[in-house]
């Protein structure tokens, strides 16, 4: 998608926030707010995350396509690394606009015109701390030093949004200053960083509307979260006029962290009916893809994108999710590229059991659903995580089928083959409704291979969905408990899990991927 064009936004008829909503919505609010991200630079300040060249381009692309209108590609001053990333992705021709960070010197813009950008940010800070503890600058100091940069980078033909830093704990009056000084510098947006994230949402709807009354350029907000309240933050400046918003994907950036990209993009348009360039259906993807690239986990219970966001265990929830969605979700999952999971736990109820033994093919009696409920409440109680191989295992037990008994995959001999230089291969034999079958495939590990072997061999329509190792006991020789999902991808979809516990890891995990196999093929050839 080119910054341009609409995104399909969200489909409201499916969103079910409170229609007290409705009171807060203002005259001065915006249609339209756009969506500087700048997970590339004030997220990549978050403790522990350094990103490569390479992995910058992925996230930057992956933004782009996802509708942002601006991606902070980087501070070039700071590396030669960082210098190389913006060149590269300012030579990508996105979307998106991609700027560079530069303080107000002429010696950052020129390094940031040296890497190919048409739009710099500029900065300096204006809170009489940082003047006095930091820059060791007078306000007029400071205010010429931001005048000279801009009319510097303007005189270059760059688009130039300026900030003063630290803004939430400057003088109002120098502040305003300040935004009249750089309009007159030809400045082409003015951000507001709430630097330290010390303000709160009435007194940033306060500072938004007093700054309005001198502010003609687009003005921007930049919120960071440490009181947690970034994102209440920028939809409260929003409110009053903001015309663009600094965000981070997951909420990264330094220390707590900057408002979200998804928290902030669904605030906008399930609250107030502003709309942005974000594709909302592809939040999920992006948000796993700067996960698995910064190596920043998502917590579970994160809005919109964590693994609980759409999870649901409680029976009386799940009751009512089952007869709508509604009962207990603001909006469905499928809205923002995410899946609802039906989690079995203590609070689960007989409803849950049911529709989550439904989606493996398991079908019991009401007498002999109770019992597995019991059992998973014990479990849980005990302090055990019941996953859905568990789940299944349980199921089979309490029906009184045995492990092993009637299967139809089963598995004679299988041999795996990996060292240094080497392609990790695996060959299986298997016995299929009674006939013998070979195959050998090659993987990233001796595990992945083994299983991709024993798929190719009953149907190339199964895929892995989930592997899951656990250690049971320590030491080389621990026990260990594997975990494996599959789904079979034919004309009808179906899933199915299996489990084994064992000392060797390969061979533990083939024996999960077997029983997974055989219950799959067995729904398969009943269908
Ligand atoms: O938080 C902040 O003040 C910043 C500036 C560089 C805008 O990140
Ligand atoms: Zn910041």
């Known amino acids: 998608m080119t910054s341009r064009e609409r995104s399909p936004g969200l489909d409201r008829k499916?969103?079910?926030?409170?229609?007290?909503?409705?009171?807060?919505?203002?005259?001065?609010?915006?249609?339209?707010?756009?969506?500087?991200d700048t997970t590339l630079r004030d997220g990549e300040q978050t403790p522990g995350v350094a990103l490569s060249v390479e992995e910058k381009i992925r996230i930057a692309e992956a933004l782009s396509d996802l509708g942002v209108d601006v991606i902070e590609a980087g501070f070039p001053v700071i590396s030669d690394g960082e210098r190389e990333s913006i060149?590269?992705?300012?030579?990508?021709?996105?979307?998106?606009?991609?700027?560079?960070?530069?303080?107000?010197?002429?010696?950052?813009?020129?390094?940031?015109?040296?890497?190919?950008v048409s739009y710099v940010h500029t900065f300096i800070a204006t809170s009489d701390v940082h003047l006095k503890h930091k820059l060791k600058m007078t306000r007029q100091e400071v205010k010429a030093r931001a005048v000279g940069a801009i009319e510097y980078a303007k005189s270059h033909g760059l688009t130039v949004e300026f900030s003063c830093e630290d803004a939430t704990r400057t003088d109002l009056d120098f502040l305003k200053e300040m935004h009249i000084a750089v309009q007159q510098a030809g400045v082409d947006k003015i951000n507001l960083p709430d630097t330290v994230g010390v303000v709160s949402p009435p007194a940033m709807e306060f500072l938004v509307k007093e700054l309005m009354t001198v502010t003609r350029v687009p003005l921007s907000i930049h919120c960071h979260d440490d009181f947690g309240l970034a994102v209440a933050?920028?939809?409260?400046a929003v409110r009053q006029g903001a015309r663009q918003?600094?965000?981070c994907v997951n909420g990264l950036g330094e220390r707590a962290g900057n408002a979200s990209l998804e928290e902030v993009v669904l605030g906008l348009m399930a609250f107030f009916n502003v709309q942005t360039r974000v594709d909302p259906r592809k939040i999920g993807y992006v948000s796993k893809t700067v996960a698995n690239l910064t190596g920043m986990p998502i917590p579970g219970n994160k809005a919109i994108v964590g693994s609980n966001a759409f999870a649901?265990?409680?029976?009386?929830?799940?009751?009512?999710?089952?007869?709508?969605?509604?009962?207990?979700?603001?909006?469905?999952?499928?809205?923002?590229?995410?899946?609802?999971?039906?989690?079995?736990?203590?609070?689960t109820g007989v409803h849950s059991v049911k529709e989550k033994l439904s989606e493996y093919g398991v079908v019991l009696t009401d007498e002999q659903i109770s019992k597995v409920v019991n059992e998973i409440k014990k479990l849980a109680e005990s302090g055990k995580h019941v996953d859905d191989a568990e789940l299944v295992a349980l199921a089979y037990h309490v029906a009184g089928q045995r492990a092993g008994e009637e299967r139809k995959v089963k598995l004679k001999e299988f041999a795996v083959f990996t060292g240094l230089n080497i392609t990790p291969t695996a060959v299986v034999s298997l016995e299929?409704?009674?006939a013998n079958k070979?195959?050998?495939e090659i993987g990233v590990g001796p595990i992945d291979a083994a299983i991709n072997a024993i798929r190719q061999v009953v149907s190339d329509k199964i895929s892995l969905v989930e592997y899951r190792l656990s250690a049971i006991t320590g030491g080389s020789d621990a026990l260990c408990e594997v975990g494996v999902k599959l789904q079979y991808n034919g004309e009808k979809k179906a899933m199915s899990v299996g489990r084994s516990v064992g000392s060797d890891i390969v061979q533990t995990s083939v024996d999960a991927a077997v029983e997974a196999i055989d219950r799959l093929y067995s729904r398969?050839?009943?269908d």
Do not use: Q, W
Request: glycine residues 10%; contains cysteine; charged residues 20%.
């Open 312 to 347: 649901h265990e409680s029976g009386i929830h799940v009751h009512g999710i089952l007869g709508d969605p509604s009962t207990y979700e603001a909006f469905g999952p499928e809205l923002v590229g995410m899946e609802r999971s039906i989690v079995v736990g203590k609070h």
């Open 14 to 36: 499916r969103v079910y926030t409170s229609h007290f909503n409705a009171s807060a919505m203002s005259a001065s609010m915006p249609a339209y707010v756009e969506i500087f």
């Open 438 to 440: 070979r195959g050998s």
């Open 233 to 236: 933050n920028s939809l409260a």
């Open 524 to 526: 398969m050839s009943k």
């Open 432 to 434: 299929v409704d009674g």
């Open 87 to 116: 060149k590269k992705i300012s030579a990508l021709g996105l979307g998106s606009r991609v700027c560079a960070l530069c303080r107000s010197s002429s010696k950052d813009i020129d390094v940031a015109l040296d890497c190919g």
């Open 245 to 247: 918003l600094h965000v």
